[in-house]
């Protein structure tokens, strides 16, 4: 499965951006859905994801600004970020797991640079 991401850009301070995932397998053969963010000298952190069923998951730092969501019918995931800070400034990776015979399948797409100025 390889999972193509886009919308990573240059945006000032309180601007918004919209990130998209489109994998090459069905939205529905996936368990978890969602974006991880690495900035320099950090570690990955997972930023926001669908869980089992139609629960959200958002780091704290992002609540009330960033937004989640996913179309069956495109079969793709994204992450709108709104009112944008220098500190969300990072490589973002889409993610995505298959559970398939207890195993457990991860899937990671290039990394999309999101870069805020102040």
């Known amino acids: 499965v390889q999972l193509q991401a886009s919308g990573g850009g240059l945006v000032h301070t309180g601007g918004s951006l919209r990130l998209s995932c489109v994998p090459s397998?069905?939205?529905?053969?996936?368990?978890?859905m969602g974006w991880y963010r690495q900035a320099p000298g950090k570690q990955r952190e997972l930023v926001a994801a669908f869980a089992s069923g139609s629960d959200k998951y958002y780091l704290d730092s992002v609540k009330g600004r960033f937004i989640i969501s996913r179309d069956y019918g495109k079969n793709t995931w994204s992450l709108q970020m709104n009112s944008l800070k220098p500190e969300d400034t990072a490589v973002y990776y889409c993610y995505a797991d298959q559970r398939v015979s207890g195993n457990e399948f991860q899937f990671w797409g290039r990394g999309t640079e999101v870069t805020v100025s102040s």
């Open positions: 397998a069905s939205l529905h053969s996936f368990n978890v």
